[in-house]
């Protein structure tokens, strides 16, 4: 699929628990990875880990409930009430976030990178980073 680990943990996280659709997970990782990569960069992952995600999600309801990938899926999918067909193409969304994109270049990078604190700046106030945030914390860099 083209994507890392790391990478995968992180769109897990940001969909499963934060409960980011296409577009806000793009606008979080843009801030999130400011510097690494550009927007555009951004958007090509987002869409690839959303394309695969409604391509494969319904395959998920056939996992026996023994079977738990990630440290942060507690449940055995029985209360999993979550839709598991999806459009693959996204319409709405992709077109949202290549507006966002056609914005930044307009606005030269000032619009989606490196607004809030970098990286650094949220691993070293935050731990590592790859907590479990709590729930309802006011925190939105927790668990990140």
Aim: proline share 5%; hydrophobic share 30%; aromatic share 12%.
């Amino acid at each position: 699929m083209g994507m890392t680990y790391e990478e995968l943990s992180m769109y897990g996280r940001l969909r499963k628990i934060f409960r980011c659709g296409p577009v806000s997970m793009f606008q979080h990782l843009c801030h999130r990875w400011c510097g690494r990569l550009t927007p555009a960069e951004v958007s090509v992952k987002v869409k690839d880990f959303f394309r695969y995600y409604s391509a494969n999600r319904h395959k998920m309801t056939t996992l026996t409930p023994s079977y738990h990938a990630e440290s942060y899926s507690p449940e055995d999918n029985r209360f999993d009430l979550r839709q598991f067909l999806y459009n693959t193409r996204w319409p709405w969304q992709f077109r949202k976030i290549d507006e966002l994109v056609r914005q930044d270049q307009v606005n030269n990078g000032i619009s989606l990178t490196c607004n809030g604190p970098t990286e650094t700046e949220i691993s070293s106030d935050h731990g590592s980073g790859m907590g479990v945030p709590a729930a309802n914390s006011a925190n939105q860099y927790s668990g990140i």
